[in-house]
């Protein structure tokens, strides 16, 4: 089994803040994925990461394997950031069995 | 062009009750996938298909069954509705197999009364 946390559970921010939300994994994975869930309940898949770091705009997103952690940062927050940020992690459960597990989420409110 | 649709987008039924929603994605990916989303917002893989193989069955009750007609279609029948099956379904698709899809759609809302 594989422990998903992501920390923090909400954060609220004021426009314009560098925001970071975090996500540690117990078991060691094949890859990290950060999805976005807006208000209206629609899902955007934000990033697909194995190592190092990938950048979209004002996202990053940043894993270090060896300590089982990944970082999503925003740069200049806008209200239309606020969001839930879910992690979801995907890991090799024995042989050539994949499985998949998601953090229960963060919910992100910017302020103007 | 929507990129993945779901229909219906709210599905109101009662109990025991044989329902499907339909998943279609225009993108020529060829795996797609079924999630739920319990009350509490909880994401939960229930199925994977690529190229018409399924992949990944999680522990979901055999109610649920995934159909996937050709490449483009996924859609998801469950039988004897039960009250702990309200939930928000969503399905994905991607480009091999992501574990996540690349794109998602809209969501079902499914309400067992």
């Known amino acids: 089994k594989n422990e998903v946390e992501q920390s923090p559970q909400n954060l609220t921010a004021q426009e314009g803040e560098f925001i970071t939300i975090n996500c540690s994994y117990s078991?060691?994975?094949?890859?990290l994925h950060w999805l976005q869930q807006h208000p209206g309940g629609g899902i955007v898949s934000l990033f697909m990461?194995?190592?190092g770091k990938k950048k979209h705009g004002r996202l990053i997103a940043t894993i270090n394997i060896q300590e089982k952690h990944s970082s999503l940062h925003i740069t200049a927050s806008h209200p239309r950031d606020s969001a839930v940020y879910i992690c979801?992690?995907?890991?090799?459960?024995?042989?050539?069995?994949?499985?998949?597990?998601f953090g229960k989420g963060t919910l992100l409110t910017v302020n103007p | 062009d929507t990129a993945v649709s779901q229909t219906p987008k709210y599905l109101v039924t009662q109990m025991g009750n044989d329902k499907s929603i339909k998943c279609e994605q225009n993108?020529?990916?060829?795996?797609m996938y079924w999630y739920k989303q319990d009350s509490k917002k909880f994401l939960k893989i229930m199925f994977s298909?690529?190229?018409?193989?399924?992949?990944i069955n999680e522990t979901v009750p055999n109610r649920f069954s995934p159909k996937s007609p050709d490449k483009a279609h996924l859609n998801l029948h469950i039988n004897s509705l039960e009250l702990g099956d309200s939930a928000v379904y969503f399905c994905?698709?991607?480009?091999?197999?992501?574990?996540?899809?690349?794109?998602f759609g809209q969501g079902t809302r499914l309400t067992v009364v």
């Open positions: 994905a698709s991607s480009h091999g197999w992501l574990g996540v899809g690349a794109f």
């Open positions: 078991v060691g994975i094949s890859a």
């Open positions: 979801a992690v995907r890991w090799n459960s024995g042989g050539s069995n994949y499985k998949l597990t």
């Open positions: 990461l194995s190592s």
């Open positions: 993108l020529g990916h060829d795996t």
């Open positions: 298909y690529n190229n018409k193989e399924l992949i």
